[in-house]
């Protein structure tokens, strides 16, 4: 098979993955096609942790179809596994299955389990084309005057990219974090009394609930439950069809200050809420709120002066751990952390090199006002050799309102 006529190929694999979004945590998306004589003749994605993987449902799809896949070559956007885990090994089936060549993007990114796979089944005496095997060392079939560059490069980062956050949280074993925000074009969230609705439009809006589709928890401060009483939940839009997973959702309030009203606190998706308060927190109040939903004793750390950083009280001069935090949630498969709170919670992630990615919604909107809420408050950088380097930067036009997304570079 031609290099180039691969590719079209693995962007259908790519496509195949995608429908997984939001859908798969704690395991990857994967799409995977298989190929006889130029043709498709089966394709598949992993559409739920424990269910079969990507390639498991191509060869049923195949099957179904009526074709024999011996002889075929797998295209798929990540390595197949080699482990036991809530579903047999897939390199099994793709060596009982008599496939003749495997096609993958990206290498699994657990260090006990990277090239494992394609090993396994190089010696089983198949052919296998690694795409993302060595990121640093261009492939074989780099076309004359590319300057080594692989035409299957970009279709290589797009098959890591697609799971960003898992291969954050399999390597580091804490959430990724996205910190999101919507903003006036002079940084403001809301006015000085907290109203904020709605700085940006519907669209703006709708990807917002994308966000949260693709996320396992949403994080907000108590200061946030206070003003807003949110409901932080998925809302699937009209066209959508099928059940879908929601939030997991939770709340820094170091105080035991969310009322027994919250929404978050009294709706039918209360057992999917944690309160984490510091274990100094009134226990009555602790009491109370463990009745209803999850309550986490967090450890606290004292900060310089009085803050309401991180959902304390504003008169205490501590907040939550949220190092201890991230690892608590990645031990519990949290994958990936959306952080929706006000500009002090944002502040403590980004600022705190705890975040990896910034995805700020800017309306074509003036609110000025000394005292007007800012999407990212804290101590802030004290000279412009401190300042919070982005990159990856994207910008994207949403209605009226345009939308910034970008990685957060960590010191």
Known sequence: MAAMSADPFMRLALRLARRGYGRTAPNPVVGAVLVKGGKVIGRGWHRQAGGPHAEIEALRDAQKRGHNPRGATLF????????????????????????????????????????????????????????GEHPRKPLKSATPGSRGRSPHRQLADECVKVNEAFNHWI????????????????????????????????KARAHGMRLRQGSDAILVGVNTILADDPSLTFRKRK??????????????????????????????YAALTTIVVGKDAPEQRVTALAKRVNVLVAPVKKVGRASPQAGSSGTSPHQIDLKWLLKKLGAENFTSLLVEGGGEVNASFL?????????????????????????????????????????????????????????????
């Open 171 to 202: 390597v580091n074993r804490t959430p990724f974090v996205t910190v999101k925000a919507a903003m006036t074009l002079d940084g403001k969230i809301a006015t000085a009394r907290g109203e904020s609705k709605w700085i940006t439009g519907e």
């Open 351 to 411: 600022l705190g090199g705890l975040a990896q990615r910034a995805a700020f919604f800017y309306a074509p909107k003036i609110l000025g006002g000394r005292n007007a809420r800012k999407a990212v408050a804290g101590e802030g950088a004290k000279s412009l050799a401190e300042v919070l380097q982005l990159h990856e930067v994207k910008w994207r036009r949403l209605g009226e309102d345009l939308l910034l997304t970008a990685r957060v570079m960590t010191r």
């Open 76 to 131: 798929v956007t990540l390595e197949p596994c080699c482990t036991h885990g809530r579903t047999p090994p897939c390199t099994e089936a793709i060596i009982a299955a008599r496939i003749k060549r495997v096609v993958g993007g990206a290498t699994d990114p657990n260090p006990n389990h990277a090239g494992k796979g394609f090993k396994i089944l190089r010696k089983a005496g198949i052919t296998v084309d690694g795409w």
């Open 239 to 268: 066209a959508e069809s099928g059940k879908r997973k929601q939030l997991r959702r939770i709340v820094l309030d170091s105080r035991a200050r969310t009322p027994l009203t919250a929404r978050v606190v009294s709706d039918e």
